[in-house]
């Protein structure tokens, strides 16, 4: 005996709802099937209903089918539609929970920590090649109404200097950037949390700038690793609460006030930074701006590099692995870092 299965890789009719069984012997109504109608009996209510517009039911139809196995009269109600064309027929008897995706799972909910050189090598000016709607968009972005009297009257000078002059410093640049990133995040990644790290002799921690900065100086603390990462890491969960959607404003105006100062803590500030972005979702991020070699705290560089400051940067690259974190350096053509 053989059986051709040809009929299985073949696309079988759907129907939605339940198969029709006969009731007398289980078999299945089909293509072959046959459905009479009869006329149902008019059905008479009684006089004394006060509403005589329905004293009699409409006129209905019955469907009988007469099972073509055991001749049993099964009452079935099949619309014409329903009726079966195929032999094989897939019949769909509990559509599959739909599931609703949460919009704000679509979402980045990661951190993003811009650590920020603010050493004063980040003051030296350079020739930009801008043109003058960017230059002024640039001079207008260091003018806040919430500044004080004394903070936007420097910023209204060095707004007049950088449109004459088409000049700015390394930090300026590097504010303009990132002022730019904060204003698109705010649109397209508005549930991302971002927050600011900045460095010079100490490290400054704004986190995303709804608390006031803590800063970690001191050469004890500067040169002590697990320190760092523990005091970055109980930061992280006061200074990173907000997503960019609710803190844009307060992001952009601690950019906006960033002024150069002091030497170069790059260690330290990237421990910072890591352990902080470690306490946020996988996938996230840091970005370092410098334009100088570290010479502050753990990790310092020089001309010749110790043994232990490679051993630092290794332990520190395997740590941000271990977390999830991704980081970026961004710096400057022409310097030693």
Known sequence: MSINLKVLKEDAELASGDPVFCQGCKAAFNMYSKVTEEDAKMEVIPEEQEDAEIAEEPKQTNQVWVCEFCQFNNKVSIE??????????????????????????KEDHSSLIFCIDISGSMNSKCKVDWNVGKIQNFAQQSIKPTQKPATMNRARARQTQVVQQNVLSRLECVKSAISSQIENMKTNAKLKKVGLVTFESAVNIIGDGTQKPKVVSGSEMLNNYEALLENAQDLARSHMNSNIGDTYEDLQNRVCTLRTAGSTALGPAVVSSI?????????????????????????????????????????LADFANERGVTVNIISIKGQDC
Not at 295 to 310: F, I
């Open 80 to 105: 014409k539609e329903e009726m079966p064309s195929k032999e094989a027929i897939n019949f769909i008897i509990e559509g599959g929970e739909e599931i609703k995706e949460d919009e704000d799972s």
């Open 275 to 315: 352990a902080m972005a470690g306490e946020g979702s996988k996938g996230s991020t840091v970005v370092i701006c410098t334009d100088g070699v570290a010479n502050v705290g753990l990790g310092q560089c020089g001309k010749n590099t110790s043994e232990a400051t490679e051993k630092f940067y290794e332990e």
